[in-house]
T-cell receptor, first 111, second 116 residues
Framework: QKEVEQNSGPLSVPEGAIASLNCTYSDRVSQSFFWYRQYSGKSPELIMSIYSNGDKEDGRFTAQLNKASQYVSLLIRDSQPSDSATYLCAVNSNTGNQFYFGTGTSLTVIP | KAGVTQTPRYLIKTRGQQVTLSCSPISGHRSVSWYQQTPGQGLQFLFEYFSETQRNKGNFPGRFSGRQFSNSRSEMNVSTLELGDSALYLC???????????????FGPGTRLLVL
């Protein structure tokens, strides 16, 4: 059973702060990792993908990957109330095009 | 380019009935995956289709089935509906859907099914 674990939260941060979201995965050979954002009542939308160890930055978002520790994180700088959503971590299995999702972390940015 | 579309958006059924949901992937995408999302279980993988063949299957009972047509459009069917089948059903498409690959899955808006 391949597992993706996330803290369910809720995580609350003040506006302008850094939000840190964490994810661990059990399948050591996983190669591709994705962060999706899901607003209440909506479908998930891709924020970031990361495939190599290290950091990947895109605007206010930074994804960090450590394959040795089987850990991937998402940092949101200068958090805005519009960032309030559930963030889903996903891993693409090496045994078929099957994405495994964590249960998501609920983030609230307080104005 | 148009996104993933799903129909219907909302559906109310009663126990014992069956339901068919439809998904049209992004143009050019050949892999279609289906997920069930519930508050308690999160996103659960149902199955994936590629070139009209089911390539991967999640851990769901046989009441859940699907198919894919030559134009990559996909349908999923749930027979003998149970109360626990109430959920948001999401379809996602990707180009080829390679194992461990770097392709992103793009989600449709979902079909919200309520079973009474």
């Amino acid at each position: 059973q391949k597992e993706v674990e996330q803290n369910s939260g809720p995580l609350s941060v003040p506006e302008g702060a850094i939000a840190s979201l964490n994810c661990t995965y059990s399948d050591r050979v996983s190669q591709s990792f994705f962060w999706y954002r899901q607003y209440s009542g909506k479908s998930p939308e891709l924020i970031m993908s990361i495939y190599s160890n290290g950091d990947k930055e895109d605007g206010r978002f930074t994804a960090q990957l450590n394959k040795a520790s089987q850990y991937v994180s998402l940092l949101i700088r200068d958090s805005q109330p519009s960032d309030s959503a559930t963030y889903l971590c996903a891993v693409n299995s090496n045994t078929g095009n099957q994405f495994y999702f964590g249960t998501g972390t609920s983030l609230t940015v307080i104005p | 380019k148009a996104g993933v579309t799903q129909t219907p958006r909302y559906l109310i059924k009663t126990r014992g009935q069956q339901v068919t949901l439809s998904c049209s992937p992004i143009s050019g995408h050949r892999s279609v995956s289906w997920y069930q999302q519930t508050p308690g279980q999160g996103l659960q993988f149902l199955f994936e289709y590629f070139s009209e063949t089911q390539r991967n299957k999640g851990n769901f009972p046989g009441r859940f089935s699907g198919r894919q047509f030559s134009n990559s459009r996909s349908e999923m069917n749930v027979s003998t509906l149970e109360l626990g089948d109430s959920a948001l059903y999401l379809c996602a498409s990707s180009l080829e859907g390679t194992s461990g690959g770097q392709e992103t899955q793009y989600f449709g808006p979902g079909t919200r099914l309520l079973v009474l």
